[in-house]
Each structure stands twice: as C-alpha cells, then as structure tokens.
C-alpha cells in the first residue's frame, strides 16, 4: 500500500529566509507527486505535481519540488518566503490507476516577522 | 469559472442523527472524489465516482456512510446514526477523466457531532 511520511509537523522561518519541506512515500511503482496547501477555512490548492520527465518541476507562487527516486522523496522548497506563505502543506501520492491520493498528516509553516 | 462548491459549509448535529452533505463539481468533470480530514491530519479517501456509478468505496470506513452520484454531477455524501468520531472536515475534490488525474478541492464542509 502506499504512504507518505512528512517528518516535520511544525516549521518556523523567518520572512526572505529559504524553505525547505520534506516529504517521503513508499509506492512500488513510478509515483505521480503532489503538493496542495491548505490555508484555514479554504480547500486544498495544488502548488504542483510530478508524474514523468524533468525530476526539478516548478510550481505556482514561486515553489518547487524535486524527485528523487533514490531516496523515495519529493521535498518543497522556495528561496524566500513570504508572510502570506504560512499555511498547512500537503504531500501526496497517487495510486496507479490516479483515482485516489494518499496524504501526509502535513506540515504546518509559520512566518516570523 | 465557478470551482467545487460543498454544502453546508458547517454542520453540527447530535449523536444518532443523520446528515447529508452536498458536493458541486467543476462543470464537466467527470471524476468526483470525497475525503474526510480529522483534526491534525491529512485527509483520507473515502470514495471515488466515475460519472454516475462508485467506482471505488474502499475508504468508506463503515455501512454507516454513502454516496450518491445520481446524475453524474451533484454528488451527496450520506451519514447514518452519526457518532462523535464522525466529527470531521468532509472534502470533496472533482477531476477531468484521464490517468493523469489532478484533483481539485472545495472548501469542505465541518460536520460536528455532538
């Protein structure tokens, strides 16, 4: 069965400071790769997705990701954050078929001043 | 154009009850998913529909809960003899058919059983 496993529950950065989130899955196929956020109140928003080819893929609002197969992961990064960044964010997997996504329990992004 | 639209935004009801949730598509979407997000967790798959027939209802985690999609487009979410674990965000997301799925969500609705 697929997983994903997003180590940090809570991170706090400061506002123009760089932003890593991790994110591992376990998926015994090639996996297709999301991240959403989720800011209070509103749905999930797709930031970007990976399913085949290029392994650094860009997302909106300045985010991206990296695939590294080697290593099951597909961290987020953004060299500098912004205030209206802090919000809940989401790793996901998809089965092979694409029809159900597995989530992480999420990271929680705070932004200091 | 209008994204996923789910009624009621907040419901609270009391233990044993029934309730019904609403979910409105994107238009033309034929692919409708519901997922339920506890409190501190990501959400968890519930049911997929592909048109109007549940094409997987393995995350439906008793015969408490059920889904219909009667026309192919609304879709409502259906809880029997609700239980204070039912207490829950409910999302519904929509996606266009196709293998390269992307799933785009509505707002959800907090469903509080007291």
């Known amino acids: 069965a697929q997983s994903v496993t997003q180590p940090d529950i809570h991170i706090t950065v400061s506002e123009g400071a760089s932003l890593e989130l991790r994110c591992n899955y376990s998926?015994?196929?090639?996996?297709?790769l999301f991240w959403y956020v989720q800011s209070p109140g509103q749905g999930l928003q797709l930031l970007l997705k990976?399913?085949?080819?290029?392994?650094l893929v860009q997302g909106i609002k300045g985010f991206e990701a990296e695939f590294k197969r080697s290593q099951s992961s597909f961290n987020l990064r953004k060299p500098s954050v912004h205030w209206s960044d802090a919000a809940e964010y989401f790793c996901?997997?998809?089965?092979?078929?694409?029809?159900?996504?597995?989530f992480g329990g999420g990271t929680r992004l705070m932004v200091k001043p | 154009g209008a994204g996923v639209s789910q009624t009621p935004s907040n419901k609270v009801t009391e233990k044993g009850k029934y309730v019904e949730l609403r979910c409105d598509p994107i238009?033309?979407?034929?692919?409708l998913y519901w997922y339920r997000q506890s409190l501190g967790q990501g959400p968890e798959f519930l049911i997929y529909?592909?048109?109007?027939?549940?094409?997987?209802d393995s995350g439906l985690p008793n015969d408490r809960f059920f889904a219909v999609r009667p026309e192919g487009s609304v879709s409502t979410l259906k809880i029997q003899r609700t239980e204070r674990g039912d207490s829950a965000v409910y999302l519904c997301?929509?996606?266009?058919?196709?293998?390269?799925?992307?799933?785009?969500f509505g707002a959800g609705t907090r469903l509080s059983v007291l």
């Open positions: 996901a997997v998809a089965n092979n078929a694409g029809n159900m996504l597995t």
């Open positions: 997301a929509s996606s266009l058919r196709g293998s390269e799925n992307i799933q785009y």
């Open positions: 238009s033309g979407h034929t692919a």
């Open positions: 529909f592909q048109g109007t027939g549940a094409a997987d």
């Open positions: 998926y015994g196929a090639t996996p297709y």
């Open positions: 990976y399913f085949s080819g290029d392994t």
